[in-house]
């Protein structure tokens, strides 16, 4: 195995121990989802464009400081993962920049992504907040805030419908479309059999 293999293989292990039973849709089937979409985004360019190594390992690593998860395991950072890992200073920084600016709140905030491997990382997350899975995550996100589902049903209007517009790759644009049709189908239907 390449040193970079095993880098890899460790950031998964860390998720494994620390997301692995977390309970509000942001659990290591997630971060392991993100990382196969950001994959099959950086396909679409060449290597010479995109440093692969640091959107799988930005992938791997974004929900690990995330404020809103509630931790189950111990609580490790990106840095103390930084500090048990041989990587290049450039590579610690490329993907510290990316974890601390990709998500809506810190877009909202006015934070910007401005590397090509972040743009591709936050498509990768967003497409798991929307489509099918994306419903099941806002009801576990939901339920474990113990909310109403009514009011996870605002959040559609509120965030996951704005989505499909934020896409910054062209890959990540036409694989959000699919998600975001799903999203009203299923907002739709729900409207329609919610009848009290
Ligand atoms: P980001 O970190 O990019 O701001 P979030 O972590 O808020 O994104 O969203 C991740 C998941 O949690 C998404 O599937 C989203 O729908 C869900 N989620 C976040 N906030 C809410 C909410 N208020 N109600 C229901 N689901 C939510
Ligand atoms: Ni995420």
Known sequence: MTNKSLIIASARALVENTLGSEPSGHDFEHVAR???????????YPETEVDYFVVELAAWLHDIDDRK?????????VQQFFASVELEHATRIAITNIIETMSFHHQVAGAVVTSLEGQIVQDADRLDAMG???????????????RPMVETIRHFDEKLFK????????KGKELAQIRHTELVQFYQRYLAENIY
């Open 34 to 44: 993100v990382v196969h979409n950001a994959k099959t985004i950086a396909a679409t």
């Open 69 to 77: 998860i509630e931790y189950v395991g111990n609580h490790i950072t």
């Open 132 to 146: 099918f899975i994306g419903v099941a995550r806002a009801f576990a996100y939901g339920g474990s805030k113990k």
């Open 163 to 170: 989505l499909v517009a934020l896409f910054n790759t062209p």
